[in-house]
Every structure is written in structure tokens, then in C-alpha cells.
């Protein structure tokens, strides 16, 4: 079965293929990060039109590089939700008219579930049950996952995201939007212990998050240094920044891990490609004798490769792809109304 993947839930546009008995035969994705960058943040509007402009071309890449023609697509997965509603109407409505000029039937997928899923395309993947850290710039969440549409939220962030705190940081130490992975960067070159910021909930005894109080901190910082923000401060606050992040990230993860007595952790999401978090994640693995799995760099952050998959694993596990033609988005969508079964 072909599965053809479409991404339009944020700033990124991607097509995909996946074939069920192959694996994943191409993907094409556009990023729009260099457009929202002069405005410091997604400009709704303009991501909409810019998912128009792209979708086509891209199709036709992913199609080229797949080797496959449009005719032999059996069923067009596209993410329904959540996201920003004028740039999933774009995928949507592109999508649902494809399935209808080519008779076959479409498959709405949930963007975390795509998320969630997608370590399951990297060459080592992890197997049912797991628990999943997903780490993006909307969402924290960590997950027991039993299987495909089998998802228990076991704590999740009460106001920030993990990458909208790493974003929100960044631009307060003055870098460009998106801040997550040049802050990341920065802080490489940062000394440990200059600053010490709060660890939020570290102790509530339960596996949610609250990230505001960490940026409010890093805004505190930043206003003692009475605007003169030089090359030195911004690295270590970046590092004081980092380390408090990825320390609550790993220790509520563990605890996560201890909770429900598994031991294969998966980390979904743009946070994902954070490589402190890795590092710790893994020297944790290694002590505690646990499995760390991560999707390859490439589909840590948003793709149509993620997409096509969980949409293929769905009509695997019994999900019935519907008629092309009639279609809603769903800008707000829990994803504890996806279980199966
Ligand atoms: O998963 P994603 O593409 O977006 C959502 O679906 O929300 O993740 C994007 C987020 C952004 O907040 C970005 O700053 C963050 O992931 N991010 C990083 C890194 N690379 C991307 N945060 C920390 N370290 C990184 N290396
Ligand atoms: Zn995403």
C-alpha cells in the first residue's frame, strides 16, 4: 500500500511516500523559517500562502524521487490538526482534491501522533510499548504508548512548551527566531555554573512541566545586565538556560520510565535535536540500563515523511481512510480522542 504523506500544520511544508512493504520511498520539504525569521515568529498569514505556493512542486519532487507515479498512491494521509488553521486548510484542502481527482480515499492524521511515531523510521527502531518525550515548539508532553492509536498522556506542560521556552530565551538573549538551536549552540560555548536558574516542578511529585518561571528567570538576567548584553553573558546564560531545561526534560523522563515500568524511551519533537539533551539522555540510558530512541535529525522537526507513516500504520491497524471530497480542520485537538480500540 502507497501512502502519500502531506505536512502543512505550522511553517513547514512536506510530501512524502510511503510504501507500506518499502518503507519510506521519498520526502520533500520546504521550511519557512527564513521568511517568519525577520518578523520573529510564524506570521499565520503568510504561512498559509506560502504552503500554497510550495505544495505542488514539492509534490512533484518527492514523486520524482520515489520512482512511483501519481496513479499508484492507494491513500492520501495529511495532518487535520492541531495547528494553525489557515496552513492546515491548505494541506487539507490540497489533499482532500487530489483524493477526489484520482478516486482514492484520504486519511486526516493527528501531528503529534506523527510526532510520536516517528522514530519508527529510523533504521533502529524502538518497539511497542514505549514511553514518549515529545518536545516541540507547541507541545510537552510524556506518553505511554502501547501501540499504534494507543496513547496514555502521563503528564504534559501547564503553560510553555519546551521549544517555546528555548525560543522565547533565545530571543530574550537577542537571537534571531527561531532561537531553539541557536541557543543551543550558544550555550556550547558557555560556562557551566555561572548562573544558576530554577529547575520548575522538579518536585511536584507528578510528570507535568511549567516552563514561564524559566524564561521570567532569563528575563531577570537579562534586565540585571542594564541592556550591556556581551558575547560572554549570553553563553552562559544560554548554558545556565539549557541545563535547567534539559535537567527537568530528564529527570521527569525517568521518572516517567520508573512509573510505568518500561525501559524504551523515544524523544519526538524539534527539542529533540537538542544535543545536551541527548547526551544526558543517553548517559542516563547507559546507567540505568534503559533503550533512548530518537527520529533522525531530519524528522525531529516537522515533515511529511512523518506524516505518510503514521497514516500508512493507521490503515494498518484497522483505520478506515474516507471518501476524498468533504473535509474540516481541527486547529485544537487532544490526542486522547485518537484511541483505537
Ligand atoms: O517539532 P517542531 O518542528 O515544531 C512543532 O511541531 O511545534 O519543533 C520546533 C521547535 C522550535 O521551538 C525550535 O526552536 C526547537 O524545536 N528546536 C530546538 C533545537 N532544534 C529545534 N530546541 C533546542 N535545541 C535544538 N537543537
Ligand atoms: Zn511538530
Known amino acids: 500500500m502507497l501512502v502519500l504523506g502531506v505536512e502543512s500544520s505550522c511553517d513547514e511544508t512536506g510530501i512524502a511516500l510511503y510504501d507500506t512493504e518499502g518503507g519510506l520511498l521519498s520526502h520533500a520539504l520546504h521550511s519557512q523559517v527564513a521568511m517568519h525569521a525577520e518578523y520573529g515568529g510564524v506570521v499565520p498569514e ?22 512511483r507515479r501519481l496513479a499508484d498512491v492507494d491513500a492520501i494521509a495529511y495532518t487535520q490538526g ?24 484520504t486519511l486526516p492524521v493527528h501531528h503529534l501522533e506523527g510526532h510520536l511515531l516517528s522514530p519508527l523510521l529510523s533504521s533502529r527502531p524502538p518497539t511497542f ?37 528555548f525560543d522565547k530565551s533565545a530571543k530574550l538573549l537577542g537571537l534571531p527566531y527561531p532561537g531553539g538551536a541557536l541557543l543551543s549552540r550558544l550555550a556550547d560555548q558557555g560556562r557551566p555554573g555561572v548562573y544558576e536558574l530554577p529547575r520548575p516542578m522538579l518536585h511536584s511529585g507528578d510528570l507535568n512541566f511549567s516552563f514561564s518561571g524559566l524564561k521570567t528567570a532569563v528575563l531577570t ?37 520508573k512509573q510505568t515500568g518500561l525501559n524504551q524511551l523515544v524523544v519526538a519533537g524539534g527539542v529533540g535535536a537538542n544535543r545536551q539533551l541527548r547526551e544526558r539522555l543517553d548517559s542516563e540510558a547507559r546507567r540505568k540500563r534503559f533503550q533512548v530512541y530518537y527520529p533522525e535529525l531530519e524528522f525531529c522537526t516537522d515533515n511529511g515523511a512523518m506524516i ?26 487532544p490526542l486522547a480522542d485518537l484511541m483505537i480500540g
Not at 138 to 155: A, I, K
Not at 224 to 247: H, M, P, S, T, W
Not at 308 to 333: D, H, I, N, T
Open 46 to 67: 503568510l504561512a498559509s500562502r506560502d504552503h500554497i505556493r510550495r505544495v505542488v512542486p514539492l509534490l512533484r519532487e518527492a514523486l520524482g524521487a520515489s520512482g
Open 82 to 105: 492541531p495547528g494553525l488553521a489557515g496552513a492546515l486548510l491548505v494541506g487539507c484542502a490540497f489533499a482532500e482534491a487530489l483524493g477526489v481527482a484520482l478516486g482514492k480515499p
Open 129 to 165: 510499548p514505549f514511553v514518549a518525550l515529545l518536545v516541540s515548539g507547541g507541545h510537552t508532553q510524556l506518553m505511554r504508548v502501547t501501540g499504534v492509536g494507543r496513547y496514555e498522556l502521563l503528564g504534559e506542560t501547564l503553560d510553555d512548551a519546551a521549544g517555546e521556552a
Open 221 to 257: 538576567l537579562v534586565r540585571e545586565q542594564g541592556g550591556n548584553l556581551d558575547e560572554a553573558f549570553k553563553a552562559d546564560a544560554a548554558r545556565a538556560f539549557q541545563e535547567a531545561i534539559v535537567d527537568v526534560l530528564v529527570k521527569k523522563a525517568l521518572k516517567a520510565l
Open 308 to 333: 505518510a507513516l503514521a497514516g500508512a500504520l493507521r490503515l494498518q491497524a484497522g483505520s478506515q481512510p474516507k471518501a476524498a471530497g468533504e473535509f474540516a480542520v481541527r486547529p485544537r485537538w
